[in-house]
């Protein structure tokens, strides 16, 4: 059973930079042939998929967020991280981690979620 949790700041301010870290345990974030995504929420809007990053380290990103958005991992602590620039109110979401086997289309375990709102 995976198990992740995300992690970060509730409130973040305009320009500034969103940091979030999903903690993955019950299962490495480095098993062959898994993805690990970000996937947000805006208030009353559905899913959006903002990028994920895979068991070898690859990275995949949404066409409409790639230019401020960065993930990356640390394997020692079975950890990985959202980065999203220049920030404005329209990021304000649930942010939700989540896994997924490669290629499949579909998630086998989600974070809880966590509420960012950007405001000044």
């Known amino acids: 059973q995976v198990q992740l949790q995300e992690s970060g700041p509730g409130l973040v301010k305009p320009s500034q930079t969103l940091s979030l870290t999903c903690t993955a345990s019950?299962?490495?974030?480095?098993?062959?042939?898994?993805?690990w995504s970000w996937i947000r929420q805006p208030p009353g809007k559905g899913l959006e998929w903002m990028g994920a990053?895979?068991?070898?380290?690859?990275?995949d990103y949404s066409p409409s967020l790639k230019n401020h958005t960065s993930i990356s991992r640390d394997t020692s602590k079975n950890q990985f991280s959202l980065q999203l620039s220049s920030v404005t109110p329209e990021d304000t979401a649930v942010y939700y981690c989540?896994?997924?086997?490669?290629?499949?289309?579909?998630?086998?375990?989600w974070g809880q979620g966590t509420q960012v709102t950007v405001s000044s």
């Open positions: 989540a896994r997924g086997p490669y290629g499949s289309g579909r998630y086998d375990y």
């Open positions: 019950g299962g490495s974030i480095t098993t062959s042939y898994y993805y």
């Open positions: 990053i895979g068991y070898d380290g690859s990275t």
